[in-house]
């Protein structure tokens, strides 16, 4: 496959090929928890690696407690996984995040959801 005329592919690759992103199966049940309240418990979440970033938990759409969930207009860009929408979980605005319609070379994120880990009740990663 020509990566250049390839149309959803991530222009950051194209930048800076040396950059990595690397996904790793959780080898255990991970849980989130926010104010007492599970609210995703999967075994089959993934670990993003990423040059220069922590490693982020995702979770799998099916395995998070959506009852309570809301989008947001929050938006970001990342030259690398493309545009995440954020998501609010109760009263706590934008504490996660997904990636809709990722870059080809992220589409294992795609119908993923990651959490901002400093907000929830306790470390998802030990």
Known sequence: MDLNST????????????????????DQELVATLQGQVIARSKRAVI???SN????????LNDVKLD????????TFCPFKGTA??????DEK????????????????KKYIAFYTDRLDAPILA
């Open 7 to 26: 149309t959803n592919a991530a222009p950051g690759f194209a930048k800076t090929p040396d950059y990595v992103i690397t996904f790793e199966n959780a």
């Open 48 to 50: 993003l690696k990423e």
């Open 53 to 60: 970033h922590t490693p982020v938990v995702y979770f799998p």
């Open 68 to 75: 309570t969930v809301s989008q947001t207009e929050k938006e």
């Open 85 to 90: 929408s954020y998501l609010s979980f109760g």
């Open 94 to 109: 934008n504490i996660a995040w997904s990636y809709e319609d990722p870059f080809e070379e992220m589409l294992e994120i």
